[in-house]
């Protein structure tokens, strides 16, 4: 029912700054809350953030908050992650999901989201 395709990844500098976007096809997209998930090598996914399908409640992991930013723009079907102040740690395939869910529905639990991405590649190294 939705397709959803991430982009802007790539090789930054610790202290660096990258934009990812996540854009989606198919129906029922605009009621759909958008997820953040990344994983490392050998590591488990872990939750970076999430949007409700009107911006009502953005959520932010510890280790995201204060320095990533997520944003939507529903007329262009795409969210955004604004990545600042990257850290080695940072490192990571970082993934987009959606579910259809409320507007204070902001879920760190990746079995609960419906549709996924392929994921894009973000690398911090010196």
């Known amino acids: 029912q939705v397709q959803l395709v991430e982009s802007g990844g790539g090789l930054v500098h610790p202290g660096g700054s990258l934009r990812l976007s996540c854009t989606a096809s198919?129906?029922?997209?605009?009621?759909?809350?958008v997820a953040w998930f990344r994983q490392a090598p050998g590591k488990e996914r872990e939750f970076v953030g999430a949007i409700t399908w009107n911006a009502a409640n953005i959520r932010y992991s510890d280790s995201a908050k204060g320095r990533f930013t997520i944003s939507r723009d529903n007329e262009k079907n795409t969210v955004s992650l604004q990545m600042d102040s990257l850290k080695v740690e940072d490192t990571a395939v970082y993934f987009c999901?959606?579910?259809?869910?409320?507007?204070?529905?902001?879920?760190?639990?990746?079995?609960?989201?419906?549709?996924w991405g392929q994921g894009t590649q973000v690398t911090v190294s010196s």
């Open positions: 999901a959606s579910r259809p869910a409320g507007v204070y529905d902001t879920s760190s639990d990746k079995r609960l989201y419906t549709y």
């Open positions: 198919g129906r029922s997209f605009i009621r759909n809350t």
